[in-house]
């Protein structure tokens, strides 16, 4: 479904997200004459143009998706070593009670699945993670907290993030990592990109300045 | 050579018109300036390309001491003095190595000064801009500070001007967001609003008549300039140039392009109304807006020599 979004963009929804990012890379790779921007979301890619545009916008993206094949995620796999619990992770306790399992389970399903990275949003390297257990399904914090740590690791919707830097947010954070997410001088300025996969590795306090900073494989 | 900062005023940094909008699809908002059109103004009034980087200050201005001779231009809306004596907007004027720019309150909420030639800082993900949330671009990252000196470009080779176009008024003209089929835009048209203190790069969030109750589940989609956001506590948001790439909740509306300059204007207490208008109409706006920011008149400014213009400066 197409919908109108101001006049100089249309919102294309697409339904999944391997769907939206193959239609946005394919418009960032050749954009039709007059497209000046072409950014997905979750489920949805929000295709901008100037007063150049020629024919019929709404058609040629139309093409374009369903001459999409099968987009080729890199895929990745990116390890995201994380310190849970106590000062690191103030919701733990909440999602494990709200989940009706012990802390410790919280943990071991957190790090039990490979997720995947459906779309970057929010902030700058903010990746939105798919693919959680449905136990860890939570909602947001009714508060947003104004002030949330780089490297929290949280969840909501059903879906698990790591906040890039400090940054206000609803996220219910159960760990921190070290390591270090964006960095807008590097070529690949975010570590986690969409298609992306994530898994997460708990480890020891002892262990954190070991990890601190920009992961070995950026 | 540089300008120097003496004082920073509420909030002024290094930005461009246009920001980094190629960038995303990896969560880089946009940015820029909050008044894309005084800012460009301001770079052709002193010469300058329009996205040449230049600063924007925020309802109280900074106090800056420029250290070598420079052409400059104020636009927007706050008022500002040189040695002590007002400096008229819209039009640009050769200072000398010394003056002191005093720049303060005004009838709106933000204004722009461009320097011939522009603020040199290095370019990040291809902006000027700086992104004061997550910290890059820009001077160092961050909002000025008092001590802190920029380095800015000889002067440029084109002439100065004088702004004789106008800007429109009335309501904020929107046209329908993509959730307008079930959140209708009659909830903010058919309503008076008030700015709150919640106004900044980010956004501007509305107090007021409070929509109807729409429990409107919206997967997170990346958001234009100027799209009306309502969230559950149905505050309405209209979003400017450091808005996050995407947002969750229902659009019904967005702010029509001629207008986002006009938004970025408000400041809290502000009285806000709305008016529908068509996508034609709109584009037509924009066209407006294009052809009044082109209104400039050819300045014959007072001689180089008179001002103290050494030939290194060239």
Known sequence: MIRPFGEAAILVEVGEPERAQGLAASLRGEPPAGVTGAVPGRASVLVEFGPDLVGDLDDAVMTRLDALTAWAPPGRLRRIPVLYGGAHGADLADVAEMAGISEAEVVARHTSVELRVLFDGFAPGFAYLGGLPDALDVPRLATPRTRTPAGSVALADGMSGVYPAELPGGWRVIGRTPISLFDPHRPMPAYLEPGDRVRFDPIAAADWSRFAGPPGDW | ?314
């Open chain 2, 1 to 314: 050579m540089s300008i120097e900062i003496v004082e920073p005023g509420m909030l002024t940094s290094v930005q461009d018109p246009s920001g980094r909008g190629a960038w995303r699809h990896l969560g880089v908002p946009v940015g820029g300036a909050a008044d894309p059109w005084n800012a460009r103004l301001a770079n052709r009034l002193a010469g300058n390309d329009d996205d040449t980087a230049l600063l924007e200050m925020t309802v109280a201005g900074p106090t800056l001491r420029f250290r070598q001779p420079a052409r400059v231009a104020i636009t927007g809306r706050l008022d500002a003095s040189l040695d002590g004596v007002p400096f008229a907007a819209n039009a640009a004027r050769d200072v000398r190595a010394g003056a002191l720019l005093r720049v303060g309150n005004g009838a709106g909420a933000r204004g722009y000064l461009a320097i011939g030639g522009g603020v040199n800082v290095e370019p990040v993900l291809g902006s000027a801009s700086t992104d004061l949330r997550t910290g890059f671009g820009g001077f160092e990252g961050r909002a000025l500070r008092s001590g802190d000196r920029l380095e800015i470009g000889t002067r440029s080779s084109s002439g100065a001007h004088r702004w004789t176009g106008s800007w429109p008024a009335g309501p904020i003209r929107v046209v329908p967001g993509p959730h307008a089929d079930q959140f209708s835009p009659d909830a903010l048209t058919g309503a008076a609003w008030r700015v709150g203190v919640e106004a900044d790069r980010t956004g501007v969030r509305l107090d007021g008549a409070a929509p109807p109750s729409d429990a409107l589940e919206v997967a997170s989609m990346a958001l234009v300039l100027g799209a009306i956001q309502v969230p559950p506590d149905r505050r309405p948001i209209m979003m400017l140039a450091d808005r996050p790439v995407t947002g969750g909740y229902p659009v019904p509306a967005v702010v029509i392009g001629a207008d986002i300059g006009r938004v970025a204007q408000l400041r809290a207490g502000d009285q806000v109304r709305f008016a529908s208008v068509s996508i034609e109409e709109a584009r037509s706006a924009l066209r407006r807006a294009e052809s009044e920011l082109a209104a400039l008149e050819a300045l014959d400014g007072p001689r180089d020599d008179e001002l103290g213009w050494a030939g290194s400066h060239r």
